[in-house]
C-alpha cells in the first residue's frame, strides 16, 4: 500500500490532489480483498477506474484508492459474459462483437472501465449498460455477494452508487446478456457514432460531459430554437442552455467551457481541480438565473471539497 499519491496522472481531467492511501487490484479476488479490509477499518473507498469520470480534490482523497485492473473475461457461448470491472467499455465492444454478440456498438468512444460506467449508467445514443446488466458480484456492508441488477437502481446516469443510498460498496464483475448479431453491422455503426463523436469532443484533457441533460417539458416549450422531437420529450441537452447562454469559452486560471461542446469542462492549461469547479459553479449559477433550472454534475467529486464553500 502506498501513500500521498498524487491522483493528477490517473484522472482524464489531469488535475487534482493525493490519494491518502493506494493500492492496485489486478483481479476480482484482490478487489475483493482490499474493498473488505478497508470496510474493516472503516477507510472510506474510491474505485479508481479510468478516472474519465472524477474530479479529485485538490486537497486530496481520504480513505483508500483502489485502482482498478481486473480485467478478465468469460464467455458462456450461450448468450452470457461474465466480465471483471476494471474491463474497458469499449474494449468489451470489441471483445464481444469477435464472439458474434451486438448490443454495444454505442460504447466505442466512452473511456471507461465497465465499474465506472455501471456507476453513472453511462451510455450514449439511446443506449445505456443498464439494458444488459443481469447480477453483479459485489463487496457491500462488510460482505461478498452476487446480486441481481435491480440492486443498483439504475435511472439515467444514476445509480445507487452515485445517489449514496448505497456507500462503499464496490463491483468485482458482472453478468451481462447480449443479443447475438452480424458483425459487419455492429462494426458501421460503431464506426458512424465514433465519427459524430470526433467532430463534437474537443482534444483538450476533460471528463466528457460535464452536466446531465435536464427534462423540463415546459422550460423545453419556450425554448424556440430546441429541435422538434427533443422539444415533445422535454429532453433539453445541458449544452444547448450552456451554450444559449454566452458561456462557451468562459474561463477561470487554466479550466474553461469548451467551445466546440459547451457541456465539456476543459483543462486547457494546467488548470487545478478547484478551478475546474469554480468553472463549474459559474455555470450553474448562470443557468439557474436564467433558466430557473439547476443543473446536475455527470461528473463525481472525489475526495475532501470542504474548504471549497459551495453556495
Ligand atoms: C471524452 C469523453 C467522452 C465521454 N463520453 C461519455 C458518453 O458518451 N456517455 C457517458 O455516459 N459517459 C461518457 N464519458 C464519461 C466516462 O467515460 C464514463 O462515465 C465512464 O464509464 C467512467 O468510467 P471510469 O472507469 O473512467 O470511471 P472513474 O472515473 O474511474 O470512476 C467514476 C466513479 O465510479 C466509481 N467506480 C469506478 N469503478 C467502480 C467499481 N468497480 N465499484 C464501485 N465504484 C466504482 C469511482 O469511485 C468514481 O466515483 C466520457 C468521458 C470522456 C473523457
Request: proline fraction near 4%.
Amino acid at each position: 500500500m502506498l501513500r500521498n499519491v498524487s491522483l493528477k496522472p490517473y484522472v482524464t481531467l489531469r488535475a487534482g490532489g493525493s490519494a491518502e492511501r493506494f493500492v492496485t487490484a489486478r483481479d476480482r479476488d484482490e478487489l475483493a480483498m482490499h474493498a473488505l479490509i478497508a470496510q474493516a477499518e472503516g477507510w472510506p473507498i474510491s474505485v479508481l477506474g479510468w478516472g474519465s469520470n472524477m474530479l479529485p480534490s485538490d486537497d486530496g482523497v481520504p480513505g483508500i484508492v483502489i485502482r482498478n485492473l481486473a480485467r478478465t473475461f468469460q464467455d458462456d457461448g450461450a448468450g452470457s459474459v461474465w466480465v471483471e470491472t476494471g474491463f474497458g467499455y469499449q474494449d468489451l465492444f470489441l471483445k464481444t462483437v469477435q464472439l458474434g454478440y451486438r448490443g454495444l456498438e454505442f460504447a466505442v468512444g466512452i473511456p471507461g472501465s465497465i465499474g465506472g460506467a455501471l456507476v453513472s449508467n453511462a451510455g450514449a445514443y439511446r443506449s445505456n449498460i443498464s439494458e444488459f446488466v443481469r447480477e453483479l458480484d459485489v463487496v457491500w456492508n462488510d460482505k461478498r455477494e452476487v446480486v441481481g441488477a435491480d440492486w443498483m437502481g439504475f435511472k439515467y446516469r444514476d445509480s445507487v452508487l452515485r445517489t449514496g443510498e448505497v456507500t462503499n460498496a464496490v463491483v468485482l464483475a458482472i453478468r451481462m446478456e447480449l443479443p447475438r448479431g452480424p458483425r459487419k453491422a455492429a462494426y458501421d455503426e460503431a464506426r458512424e457514432y465514433q465519427r459524430q463523436r470526433i467532430s463534437k469532443q474537443p482534444p483538450s484533457p476533460s471528463a466528457g460531459s460535464f452536466f446531465k441533460n435536464v427534462t423540463d417539458l415546459s422550460l423545453a416549450n419556450t425554448l424556440e430554437d430546441l429541435p422538434g422531437p427533443l422539444k415533445e420529450k422535454g429532453i433539453i441537452p445541458a449544452g444547448f442552455l450552456i451554450e444559449r447562454a454566452g458561456l462557451k469559452g468562459f474561463r477561470i486560471g487554466g479550466a474553461a467551457v469548451g467551445k466546440r461542446h459547451a457541456n465539456f469542462i476543459l483543462n486547457i492549461n494546467g488548470a487545478t481541480a478547484t478551478e475546474i469547479r469554480l468553472v463549474a459553479e459559474h455555470v450553474k449559477h448562470a443557468i439557474r438565473s436564467k433558466y430557473g433550472v439547476l443543473l446536475e454534475e455527470e461528473v463525481l467529486f472525489a475526495g475532501d471539497w470542504s474548504r471549497f464553500n459551495v453556495n
